[in-house]
């Protein structure tokens, strides 16, 4: 039965839509807010023959792509590749797959692109092909404590700091040292309550996650602070598909540059995560680790 549903996409932009597995527990408690807030609206204004691409992503990775109340796919990956399908005259069905199955399903040609909070890497653009970046996503430290005064991974020495199994940001602690304990977990929601609860000092993950969580719990008062730059491509958001979809690789990116410089994908991350300048210091979802 699994099998048959993993078969089955989720047609948004052509007018059904899928019933797929609830997310998580704590994945309900942050996307049920923004399921209320988003309600699916999008129209696709394409001609019926126009071309279909097959999305890979997670459904259960908020803010990047999640299923809202009424079985809609939502998020910041779903509406950045619906905008740059409508520049680029093609229309998009979105498949929830695991998070482990994402690549291989774009490997194998089963699906067209993936999109999942996917961060470029280098061993991943020797292995597929990548689009240019479309969001800056750098990697945060979330912290509630004010008299700490973090500002860089140098700070945490002597602290107790939580992060993601296999994530990006736990090796990047691990390499910088100095803490006291490192406590590791499935799921950023999981992390961030044991930092509300005072069992961590510091905990790391995606900014972008960390602004989504502190965006519907405005109540724990925290503080987020970057620690990657602009220039650091392991900050940078990337489509990802076949290696040798040339075509399509140039289409996605031709769509990027365009939303770029209509401003369309600050629109995107304001719509979800707020108007700010940047994501240094705020006052307060959960998802799979996606990078």
Not at 62 to 87: C, H, K, L, T, W
Not at 162 to 187: C, F, H, P, R
């Amino acid at each position: 039965m699994m099998q048959l549903y993993r078969a089955l996409p989720i047609l948004l932009s052509v007018g059904l839509f899928g019933c797929g597995n609830s997310p998580t527990q704590e994945s309900a408690s942050t996307a049920s807010t923004a399921a209320t807030e988003n309600k699916d609206s999008f129209v696709s204004k394409l001609p019926d023959n126009a071309p279909v691409f097959k999305v890979a992503t997670t459904g259960v990775t908020p803010p990047f792509s999640f299923q809202d109340d009424y079985g809609n796919m939502q998020g910041i990956d779903v509406d950045a590749i619906r905008a740059i399908g409508e520049e680029q005259g093609f229309k998009v069905e979105f498949y929830k797959e695991p998070w482990v199955n994402l690549f291989d399903t774009v490997e194998s040609g089963s699906r067209d692109m993936a999109l999942a909070g996917i961060s470029y890497k280098p061993e991943r653009d020797a292995k597929y092909g990548l689009s240019d970046s479309y969001f800056f996503n750098p990697a945060a430290i979330m912290y509630k404590n004010p008299d700490l005064k973090i500002q860089s991974l140098n700070d945490i020495k002597g602290l107790k700091v939580g992060g993601m199994e296999g994530g990006k940001s736990i090796g990047q602690v691990i390499d910088a040292g100095g803490y006291s304990e490192l406590i590791s977990d499935k799921t950023p929601f999981l992390l961030y309550e044991k930092l509300v609860q005072g069992q961590v000092d510091a905990i790391v993950n995606d900014s972008i996650i960390w602004r989504y969580i502190d965006k519907n719990h405005p109540e724990s008062k925290v503080t987020i602070v970057p620690y990657e730059s602009e220039s650091d491509p392991a900050a940078q958001q990337v489509v990802l598909m076949a290696k040798g979809n040339t075509k399509l690789i140039a289409t996605v990116n031709e769509g990027i540059a365009k939303l770029k410089a209509e401003g369309k994908f600050k629109e995107i991350e304001a719509r979800w995560l707020g108007e700010t300048e940047s994501p240094t210091a705020s006052t307060s979802a959960t998802t799979e680790q996606a990078n």
